[in-house]
């Protein structure tokens, strides 16, 4: 690793400050679990390290009827899997954040890391796309609140300008019956990272699907929606036709996971599979 | 600019002064000469580096040393108490649970971090909680049992 100044703030002001002098020389530091890599592999070489662990607004773990759920950006993974709130009411997160890493990792790695990362197979943000999550970030002008879908610009390409940092992430609450699954397919079950994901989530009938790792970002299963919003009986057969959309809608590559052969493949039954799952959570 | 940092390890005080780019695994490796923390990868997939830090296991490879400020840090040097071994460690020994040992201070280190938090894991629950730590050698089965007989003993 290349040497760089550390630094902790204890405020949002002084985060901001630190953020907006450095520009492009400064890296945030969260978990830590792919920026220490990253700048182990001399990837990115910050002068900068801006340590945003001591900040109190972003370790809130909160839900409001009104507001939703807000996940502060410091809350880790095994505290997201552990959470009563997010068990009850958005278990889809839950489960995903159950996906990422092994043990250890989750002990430190973040759902703003992972967001923040934009990498194509992060397996928090496709649900976070079905959930329709708000980023909330935080600069010297005040507070806004930016869709999932405008903030992730590409593989590891964020709308965040200097000077911004992501306080947490706002999650709309949720009325009436609905139910959620994100099905992650893999070549081993721990540490390893998707080779195609599926988020699927239905609220009153209707569906929301997001595809990971199939495209430089994820994606919106637009024609995969209509059709589900469609069928009176979801089942192995009434399916086929939304598999079917999803291949038409991704764009994957072939990488040292998979070809992208196997990824269209694959991407149907992901489908179906997290589509089914979501059925049994449906309440 | 090197920091003045204080913690706890293994139950004894010690203040440091750190570069920020020294990893907490090369911390404890060269500064302290706790040596039991391996390093395997560097990167979070092997769990060779695996500590406890206020509880919790992490991958000592991925955390900045200057990050252990205020914290309570275990190494596997810690488990031991006045050269009485820890159940885990007797049990890992009587299911012949290691033959290399490269992996060993981390697996111990993941499985005492979990009798910590949930003194009667289920099977499922062990091998959530070792599935971050690699071993070349024995095919996880005697480590998983040896899991098992220390836990049984605990209760
Ligand atoms: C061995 C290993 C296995 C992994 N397995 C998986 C996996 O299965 N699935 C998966 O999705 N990921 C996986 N990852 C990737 C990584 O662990 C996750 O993306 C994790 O969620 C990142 O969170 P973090 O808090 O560690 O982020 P950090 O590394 O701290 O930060 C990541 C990026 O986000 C930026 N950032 C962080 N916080 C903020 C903030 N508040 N405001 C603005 N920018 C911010 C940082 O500057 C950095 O660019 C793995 C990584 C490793 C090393
Ligand atoms: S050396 Fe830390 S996980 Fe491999
Ligand atoms: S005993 Fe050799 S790697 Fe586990």
């Known amino acids: 690793m290349n040497k760089f100044q550390y630094v902790k703030p204890a405020t949002l002001n002084e985060a901001a400050d630190i953020l907006y002098q450095n520009g492009d020389e400064a890296s945030i530091l969260n978990g830590g679990t792919d920026l220490l890599v990253r700048m182990r592999d001399k990837m990115i070489k910050p002068k900068v390290v801006v340590d945003v662990k001591a900040i109190p607004e972003l370790k809130e773990l909160k839900y409001t009827e009104e507001e939703g759920l807000f996940i502060g950006a410091v809350v880790t993974m095994n505290e997201i899997v552990c959470s009563d709130i997010i068990l009850e009411k958005y278990k889809i997160l839950a489960e995903a954040a159950h996906e990422v890493g092994s043990y250890q990792l989750r002990n430190r790695a973040t759902m703003t890391g992972n967001v923040c990362n934009a990498s194509p197979s992060g397996d928090t943000i496709a649900p976070l796309y079905v959930l329709s999550a708000n980023i909330k970030i935080f600069s010297k002008e005040g507070i806004k609140l930016v869709p999932i879908d405008d903030f992730i610009l590409g593989v590891r390409k964020i709308a965040l300008k200097p000077g911004e940092i992501v306080v947490g992430i706002q999650i709309p609450p949720i009325k009436g019956k609905n139910g959620g699954s994100y099905y992650k397919h893999s070549r081993r079950k721990d540490v390893d990272l998707a080779t195609v994901g599926v988020a699927a989530f239905c609220n009153e009938g209707r569906w929301k699907i997001a595809y990971a790792a199939v495209a430089p970002t994820i994606l919106r299963g637009y024609k995969a929606e209509e059709i589900l919003n469609k069928l009176d009986v979801i089942d192995d057969t009434t399916l086929i036709p939304a598999m079917d959309a999803a291949v038409e809608e991704i764009s994957p590559i072939s990488d040292v996971r998979a070809s992208k052969e196997y990824r269209f493949d694959m991407i149907r039954i992901s489908l179906k599979r997290a589509v089914l799952a979501a059925l049994e959570q449906y309440a | ?155």
């Open chain 2, 1 to 155: 600019m090197k920091h003045s940092i204080s913690f706890t390890i293994n139950g004894e005080k010690v203040h440091l002064e750190v570069e920020p780019h020294k990893t907490l695994l090369n911390m404890i490796r060269e500064d302290l000469n706790l040596t039991g923390a391996k390093e395997g990868c560097g990167a979070g997939e092997c769990g060779s580096c695996t500590v406890i830090v206020d509880g919790k296991a992490v991958n000592s490879c991925m955390m900045l040393a200057v990050e252990a400020d205020g914290k309570e840090i275990i190494t596997v040097e810690g488990l031991a108490k006045n050269g009485v071994l820890d159940a885990l460690q007797e049990s890992f020994i009587n299911n012949a649970a290691l033959q290399c040992g490269y992996c060993t201070p981390g697996m111990l280190m993941s499985a005492k971090a979990l009798l910590m938090r949930n003194p009667k894991p289920s099977e499922e629950e062990i091998k959530e909680a070792i599935a971050g730590n690699l071993c070349r050698c024995t095919g996880y089965k005697v480590i998983v049992d040896a899991i098992k007989e220390a836990a049984e003993k605990n209760n």
